[in-house]
Structure formats: structure tokens, C-alpha cells
């Protein structure tokens, strides 16, 4: 696992100015190490999940269990669907689903969904997975993208919302992911 935020990067000068140096080395490197070492994480899916589906059409957290984060916001066994905030700010959040489909037959257009969620409480985003007919785990894939204001302890999480029941993930390139990175503040 990476080291976790904030990233120590040695740096320093040397100026014959009195007291420049000093004020350099005391000011910049921290600037500079947070400009290279802003928050991120990158997860993924590497186990394939089962999402039910039925006529309520439940909406279900997508497991993350495998990813690269920096800043020591996800754990890939506990509450691994979520990138829980260490420093505040403006967050650029892109989710990705893949679904495999059954056999489907007929003309009829079943859809699923992405949401980007914040805290299990607060769409920010979504996007629909259309399945046409075709043959079984032909399925899907969705991609949903928005910037969202968190605070520390508030959490980014992807859901689905299958159609069908029950319906699973891909774990190859197609699988559930979702990048997040500090923005702003």
C-alpha cells in the first residue's frame, strides 16, 4: 500500500540572503508536496459482485475491494464500497459499472443505473445501463462523472441499481471502478 497523505518529498535551497533560505525551506516544501501529492484514490472491483434485482429495484453499494489511494481514505475489506474524506474540499468523482446481462429476447429495453452517492443518502450523479437483447453476459458498461464539496468523515460511494435478478459484475476491463481527487478547496 502506498504511503498515506500527506507525502514527505525532501526539498531545499540555498540563498546567501539571510533568513531566505530558512523562509524557503519552512514554506515551500509543504506547498510544493501537497501540489504533487494531492488526495486520490483509484478502486476497482477484482472480485465479481451479485447485485439482486426485482420489482422494487433495490439500490446496492458496489464493492471496491482492490484499488491505490494515497491518502488512507478506502479499505478494501471493510466498508469497501467507500472513499471516505481526509482532507475537505472539491472532489472530482468519475464511477464506472459493468453488468453482465442474461439472455435477453424480445424488444423490450430493460435498464439499470449508476448513481454517485454521497454518505448512502445523496445522489450527485447518474447514468443508465440500457441492455438490449442479445445473448448472456453480453451486459453493459456506464460511466457517471461529478464534482462534489465533502468534509472530513463524508464518503463517496457508487450504487446500482440492477434490473435484473440477480445480475453480476465484470472483473475484466469492463469492471465497477471509481477515481476520486481532491480538487480544490
Not at 472532489?91 to 448513481?115: C, F, K, N, W
Request: with cysteine.
Amino acid at each position: 500500500m502506498p504511503p498515506r497523505y500527506p507525502l514527505p518529498i525532501p526539498a531545499g535551497v540555498g540563498v546567501a540572503q539571510l533568513g531566505a533560505s530558512t523562509a524557503w525551506n519552512t514554506t515551500m516544501p509543504p506547498t510544493i508536496n501537497f501540489g504533487l501529492n494531492r488526495p486520490y484514490g483509484y478502486l476497482w472491483q477484482s472480485v465479481a459482485q451479485t447485485l439482486p434485482g426485482n420489482s422494487n429495484r433495490p439500490k446496492v453499494p458496489v464493492a471496491l475491494d482492490s484499488g491505490v489511494d494515497n491518502a488512507g481514505a478506502h479499505s478494501g475489506s471493510v466498508n469497501n464500497s467507500r472513499y471516505t474524506c481526509q482532507l475537505a474540499g472539491l472532489y472530482h468523482v468519475i464511477g464506472q459499472l459493468g453488468m453482465r446481462s442474461p439472455a435477453i429476447v424480445g424488444t423490450a429495453e430493460q435498464t439499470s443505473q449508476l448513481d454517485i452517492v454521497v454518505n448512502g443518502i445523496t445522489t450527485h450523479a447518474m447514468a443508465p445501463l440500457r441492455f438490449d437483447t442479445g445473448p448472456a453476459n453480453a451486459g453493459g458498461t456506464v460511466q457517471a462523472a461529478t464534482y462534489i464539496q465533502l468534509r472530513v468523515g463524508d464518503y463517496a460511494q457508487l450504487y446500482a441499481l440492477s434490473y435484473f435478478d440477480p445480475i453480476t459484475t465484470f472483473t475484466d476491463y469492463r469492471r465497477s471502478a471509481m477515481f476520486v481527487h481532491w480538487v480544490s478547496t
